[in-house]
């Protein structure tokens, strides 16, 4: 069965449940044609949610996702498609950047926005994200570059990610339209969000958080530290049927109240059809407690 679909405020827009994610594309070395193969087949799983961001790939893979769209443009009407801005780095891409540094400047968005349109040969986005909290971040500001990116239709709909619950608060404060979600890391062995209020706000709000580096970006599976990690997850995926610890992972983020819609890293589709199968697998209270405690190495207080 596909993976459902769900509405990620009550606003909207509607998500697939779990999300394509895009950070690694350039790393999978598919031709236009080999890319397009694997749009479709996600497509065919349900995953129609997309996840981009301006810096991916040295600023690569918005146009290397928009190459392989342009060989069928029609697929574009089946895709919701979110990027993200607000990271400057150093690259031949952007000899302006003489340093890494956050730039959430009104200028800097709409720039950012006009330049993905283009990549992914679209006339809007589905969902805008400032990619990190900025230092110099002026509310204000960011809201007249969301306003204006509103009203020309390019953007429908506006989120953060990595904010915190105040620095959401406050660029909510001068909206009068509701941010979405905020993009956050949440896995077993990175828990932050799970006792910083930033889930709790989420559950407040009706928004749903996506969630990124649902596998540690690989370290759940080879770093030392985490065998005890793996072995109860080895355990539970035997106990619940799950062919892999990956599904496991995925169940556990799942589970959570606010509903988090995980984010898949992988090129392989062996993988994502395995992770597309989470969804079906029901993790008992005591069980989802079993792996916080293998990850972090205690009990609850």
Request: proline fraction near 5%.
């Amino acid at each position: 069965m596909p993976v459902s679909r769900l509405l990620i405020s009550p606003e909207g827009p509607q998500f697939s449940r779990l999300i394509m994610g895009y950070w690694r594309l350039l790393e999978w070395q598919m031709s236009p044609q080999q890319l397009l193969t694997f749009i479709e087949q996600h497509l065919e799983l349900g995953i129609t949610t997309i996840d981009h961001a301006d810096i991916y790939g040295g600023y690569g893979c918005e146009a290397a996702f928009g190459e392989a769209l342009k060989l069928k443009p029609r697929l574009r009407e089946q895709l919701q498609i979110v990027t993200k801005c607000g990271i400057a780095l150093p690259s031949a891409a952007k000899a302006e950047h003489q340093l890494a540094h956050y730039n959430s400047e009104k200028a800097h968005i709409i720039a950012s926005v006009e330049q993905s349109l283009r990549h992914f040969g679209t006339d809007h986005l589905d969902l805008l994200l400032i990619h990190r909290p900025d230092y110099l971040m002026n509310a204000d500001e960011m809201a007249k570059a969301f306003n204006n990116l509103r009203k020309s239709g390019k953007v429908r709909h506006f989120g953060v990610s990595n904010f915190t619950p105040r620095q959401f608060e406050l660029l909510q404060s001068r909206l009068d339209y509701p941010l979405v979600t905020n993009q956050v890391e949440i896995s077993p062995i990175r828990q932050d969000s799970l006792t910083d209020g930033t889930l709790d706000q989420c559950q407040q709000r009706h928004i749903r958080p996506m969630a990124w580096s649902c596998l540690g970006g690989g370290r759940l599976f080879h770093d030392p530290d985490f065998q005890p990690l793996r072995d109860e997850l080895a355990q539970i995926a035997l106990e619940v049927d799950a062919a892999s610890i990956e599904q496991v992972v995925y169940a556990w983020v799942m589970m959570l109240p606010s509903q988090p819609l995980p984010i898949i890293g992988s090129g392989k589709m062996a993988r994502v059809k395995q992770a597309v199968q989470a969804e079906n697998i029901q993790l008992s209270r005591q069980q989802w407690y079993r792996i916080r405690r293998a990850a972090l190495g205690r009990d609850v207080d």
